[in-house]
């Protein structure tokens, strides 16, 4: 069973930076990964997803300031946060979707907070 490995959370102030990283623990084919979010009472959404080709998509409240990237060798995709603001809070959740099944990390707690 594939499990997706995330890291780079955790609590920074208002204006900051952070970078999450996602890898899955085993070789699998990738049609597209990315992150999703959620907030307690509210859906997951999704924050940036990146496909095989390069493609991208962006939440409308991320554009300009969250960049989504992917390294194929390894299967790896980051996402680059900057500029982050209070609403920004949540656990992001890792996915990466292949031609039969879409995997999730555990996901990440991410504070913005002074």
């Known amino acids: 069973q594939v499990q997706l490995v995330e890291s780079g959370g955790g609590l920074v102030q208002p204006g900051g930076s952070l970078r999450l990283s996602c890898a899955p623990s085993g070789s699998i084919f990738s049609n597209a990964m990315g992150w999703y979010r959620q907030t307690p009472g509210k859906e997951r959404e999704l924050v940036a997803r990146?496909?095989?080709?390069?493609?991208?998509n962006y939440a409308d409240s991320v554009k300009g300031r969250f960049t989504i990237s992917r390294d194929n060798a390894k299967n790896t995709v980051n996402l680059q946060m900057n500029s982050l603001k209070p609403e920004d809070t949540a656990v992001y959740y890792c996915?990466?979707?292949?031609?039969?099944?879409?995997?999730w990390g555990q996901g990440t707690q991410v504070t913005v907070s002074s």
């Open positions: 990146i496909t095989s080709g390069g493609s991208t």
């Open positions: 996915f990466l979707r292949s031609p039969m099944y879409t995997y």
